[in-house]
Protein backbone atom coordinates (compact mmCIF):
# COMPACT_ATOMS: atom_id res chain seq x y z
CA UNK A 1 0.00 0.00 0.00
CA UNK A 2 2.73 2.01 0.69
CA UNK A 3 4.48 2.31 -2.61
CA UNK A 4 1.38 3.00 -4.37
CA UNK A 5 1.77 6.73 -4.56
CA UNK A 6 5.48 5.97 -5.16
CA UNK A 7 4.20 4.23 -8.28
CA UNK A 8 2.24 7.05 -9.36
CA UNK A 9 4.41 9.89 -9.37
CA UNK A 10 5.67 11.74 -12.50
CA UNK A 11 2.73 9.63 -13.93
CA UNK A 12 1.13 13.28 -14.96
CA UNK A 13 4.30 14.54 -16.24
CA UNK A 14 4.76 12.06 -18.61
CA UNK A 15 1.38 11.62 -19.33
CA UNK A 16 0.89 15.73 -20.17
CA UNK A 17 4.41 15.14 -22.40
CA UNK A 18 3.07 11.88 -24.22
CA UNK A 19 -0.14 14.07 -25.05
CA UNK A 20 1.76 17.08 -26.24
CA UNK A 21 3.51 14.98 -28.49
CA UNK A 22 0.42 13.24 -29.77
CA UNK A 23 -1.04 16.29 -30.88
CA UNK A 24 2.12 17.50 -32.64
CA UNK A 25 2.65 13.87 -34.55
CA UNK A 26 -0.94 14.16 -35.45
CA UNK A 27 -1.07 17.88 -36.44
CA UNK A 28 2.03 16.13 -38.62
CA UNK A 29 0.03 13.55 -39.18
CA UNK A 30 2.69 11.03 -38.21
CA UNK A 31 1.53 7.70 -36.42
CA UNK A 32 4.11 8.12 -32.90
CA UNK A 33 4.57 3.87 -33.19
CA UNK A 34 5.50 4.16 -36.38
CA UNK A 35 9.04 6.57 -35.14
CA UNK A 36 12.23 5.44 -33.36
CA UNK A 37 12.75 7.98 -30.48
CA UNK A 38 15.59 9.63 -32.87
CA UNK A 39 13.36 10.58 -35.66
CA UNK A 40 10.86 11.37 -32.63
CA UNK A 41 13.35 14.32 -31.21
CA UNK A 42 14.15 15.21 -34.79
CA UNK A 43 10.73 15.87 -35.54
CA UNK A 44 10.10 18.03 -32.25
CA UNK A 45 12.93 19.94 -33.20
CA UNK A 46 11.74 20.61 -36.22
CA UNK A 47 8.22 21.49 -34.14
CA UNK A 48 10.28 23.62 -32.04
CA UNK A 49 11.73 25.82 -34.75
CA UNK A 50 8.87 26.08 -36.69
CA UNK A 51 7.35 27.46 -33.93
CA UNK A 52 10.07 29.88 -32.53
CA UNK A 53 9.71 31.06 -36.39
CA UNK A 54 6.49 31.59 -36.00
CA UNK A 55 6.96 33.65 -32.76
CA UNK A 56 9.60 35.84 -34.33
CA UNK A 57 6.87 37.14 -36.85
CA UNK A 58 4.34 37.92 -34.56
CA UNK A 59 6.64 40.09 -32.69
CA UNK A 60 7.86 41.51 -36.08
CA UNK A 61 4.38 41.85 -36.98
CA UNK A 62 3.77 43.49 -33.06
CA UNK A 63 6.58 46.12 -33.60
CA UNK A 64 5.81 46.93 -36.65
CA UNK A 65 2.49 47.61 -35.39
CA UNK A 66 3.67 49.63 -32.80
CA UNK A 67 5.86 51.54 -34.98
CA UNK A 68 2.54 52.39 -37.66
CA UNK A 69 0.20 53.77 -34.22
CA UNK A 70 3.46 55.84 -33.18
CA UNK A 71 4.01 57.28 -36.56
CA UNK A 72 0.28 57.95 -36.54
CA UNK A 73 0.29 59.87 -33.36
CA UNK A 74 3.04 61.91 -34.37
CA UNK A 75 1.07 62.48 -37.83
CA UNK A 76 -2.22 63.57 -36.19
CA UNK A 77 -0.24 65.89 -33.51
CA UNK A 78 2.14 67.75 -36.43
CA UNK A 79 -1.62 68.11 -38.22
CA UNK A 80 -3.44 69.14 -34.97
CA UNK A 81 -0.81 71.69 -33.95
CA UNK A 82 -0.25 73.16 -38.37
CA UNK A 83 -4.13 73.77 -37.61
CA UNK A 84 -4.04 75.41 -34.72
CA UNK A 85 -1.26 77.79 -36.40
CA UNK A 86 -3.47 78.73 -39.29
CA UNK A 87 -6.98 78.36 -37.72
CA UNK A 88 -7.38 82.13 -38.05
CA UNK A 89 -5.58 82.69 -41.26
CA UNK A 90 -9.18 83.37 -43.18
CA UNK A 91 -9.69 86.22 -40.71
CA UNK A 92 -6.15 87.85 -40.89
CA UNK A 93 -6.33 88.04 -44.89
CA UNK A 94 -9.21 89.99 -44.65
CA UNK A 95 -7.90 92.20 -41.85
CA UNK A 96 -4.55 93.20 -44.21
CA UNK A 97 -6.86 95.07 -46.54
CA UNK A 98 -8.09 97.49 -43.67
CA UNK A 99 -4.59 97.86 -42.48
CA UNK A 100 -3.17 99.05 -46.03
CA UNK A 101 -5.84 100.95 -46.39
CA UNK A 102 -5.27 102.71 -43.06
CA UNK A 103 -1.52 102.94 -43.91
CA UNK A 104 -2.39 104.64 -47.04
CA UNK A 105 -4.49 107.24 -45.67
CA UNK A 106 -2.10 107.89 -43.14
CA UNK A 107 0.57 108.25 -45.94
CA UNK A 108 -1.53 110.30 -48.05
CA UNK A 109 -2.33 112.57 -45.10
CA UNK A 110 1.32 113.05 -43.94
CA UNK A 111 2.39 114.10 -47.79
CA UNK A 112 -0.44 117.17 -47.01
CA UNK A 113 -0.91 120.11 -45.18
CA UNK A 114 -3.85 120.57 -42.17
CA UNK A 115 -5.58 122.72 -44.12
CA UNK A 116 -5.90 120.84 -47.44
CA UNK A 117 -6.44 117.02 -45.88
CA UNK A 118 -9.16 118.71 -43.45
CA UNK A 119 -7.20 116.26 -40.71
CA UNK A 120 -6.37 117.82 -37.19
CA UNK A 121 -2.55 116.78 -36.05
CA UNK A 122 -4.03 114.87 -32.98
CA UNK A 123 -6.72 112.86 -35.14
CA UNK A 124 -4.02 111.51 -37.42
CA UNK A 125 -1.70 110.46 -34.30
CA UNK A 126 -4.87 108.99 -33.25
CA UNK A 127 -4.85 106.94 -37.08
CA UNK A 128 -1.25 105.99 -36.19
CA UNK A 129 -2.04 104.68 -32.96
CA UNK A 130 -4.51 102.56 -34.22
CA UNK A 131 -2.13 101.11 -36.97
CA UNK A 132 0.30 100.63 -34.55
CA UNK A 133 -1.89 98.54 -32.46
CA UNK A 134 -3.15 96.31 -35.47
CA UNK A 135 0.37 95.75 -36.43
CA UNK A 136 0.71 94.14 -33.09
CA UNK A 137 -1.92 92.41 -33.18
CA UNK A 138 -0.73 91.11 -35.95
CA UNK A 139 2.42 90.09 -35.26
CA UNK A 140 1.52 88.39 -32.15
CA UNK A 141 -0.50 86.09 -34.24
CA UNK A 142 2.54 85.13 -36.71
CA UNK A 143 2.13 87.79 -39.30
CA UNK A 144 5.31 89.18 -40.78
CA UNK A 145 6.08 91.09 -44.01
CA UNK A 146 7.50 89.64 -46.97
CA UNK A 147 11.04 91.57 -47.97
CA UNK A 148 10.85 92.69 -51.31
CA UNK A 149 13.15 95.72 -52.20
CA UNK A 150 17.04 94.68 -52.92
CA UNK A 151 15.98 91.32 -53.47
CA UNK A 152 15.57 88.51 -56.53
CA UNK A 153 12.34 88.32 -57.85
CA UNK A 154 10.48 84.89 -55.98
CA UNK A 155 7.27 83.94 -57.34
CA UNK A 156 6.59 81.98 -54.09
CA UNK A 157 5.93 85.06 -52.54
CA UNK A 158 6.32 87.85 -55.04
CA UNK A 159 3.56 88.79 -57.67
CA UNK A 160 5.15 91.01 -60.38
CA UNK A 161 2.45 93.50 -61.82
CA UNK A 162 5.25 94.90 -64.34
CA UNK A 163 9.00 95.42 -65.25
CA UNK A 164 11.16 98.50 -65.55
CA UNK A 165 13.81 99.51 -67.21
CA UNK A 166 16.78 100.14 -64.42
CA UNK A 167 20.54 100.55 -64.20
CA UNK A 168 21.05 101.04 -60.54
CA UNK A 169 19.23 97.16 -60.37
CA UNK A 170 20.08 94.38 -62.20
CA UNK A 171 17.63 92.63 -64.09
CA UNK A 172 15.41 90.19 -62.40
CA UNK A 173 15.48 92.12 -58.65
CA UNK A 174 12.81 94.26 -57.22
CA UNK A 175 12.46 97.70 -57.91
CA UNK A 176 9.35 98.83 -55.87
CA UNK A 177 6.42 97.46 -53.83
CA UNK A 178 3.58 98.37 -55.41
CA UNK A 179 1.21 96.31 -52.18
CA UNK A 180 2.95 94.83 -49.44
CA UNK A 181 2.79 91.07 -49.14
CA UNK A 182 2.35 89.20 -46.08
CA UNK A 183 2.93 85.41 -44.55
CA UNK A 184 1.74 83.96 -41.73
CA UNK A 185 4.60 81.80 -40.00
CA UNK A 186 5.98 80.32 -42.56
CA UNK A 187 2.78 79.98 -45.35
CA UNK A 188 2.43 82.97 -47.74
CA UNK A 189 -1.45 84.41 -47.51
CA UNK A 190 -0.89 87.32 -48.96
CA UNK A 191 1.26 87.69 -52.24
CA UNK A 192 3.92 90.84 -52.41
CA UNK A 193 2.89 93.07 -56.02
CA UNK A 194 6.12 94.62 -57.20
CA UNK A 195 7.69 95.92 -60.24
CA UNK A 196 11.19 94.09 -61.30
CA UNK A 197 13.73 95.32 -62.96
CA UNK A 198 14.80 94.66 -66.79
CA UNK A 199 17.82 95.59 -68.68
CA UNK A 200 17.93 99.01 -70.78
CA UNK A 201 17.21 98.69 -74.06
CA UNK A 202 19.85 99.61 -76.53
CA UNK A 203 18.91 102.76 -78.89
Given at each position: ????????????????????????????E???????????????????E??Q?????????????????????????E???A???????????K??????????????S???????????????????????????????????????????????????????????V??????????????????V???????????????
Amino acid sequence: MATGPQENSGQPEESGLEQELDAILAQAEVDLDTLTIEDQVRLLKARLEQAQKETAENLDTAQRAQAEMANFRRRTDEDRIANSKYANSRLIAKVLPVLEELELAIGHSENQTEGQTGISESLLEGFKLIQRKLTGVLESEGVSAIQCIGLMFNPLEHEALGTEESTEVEPGYITKILRPGFRLHDRVISPAQVMVARAPQNS
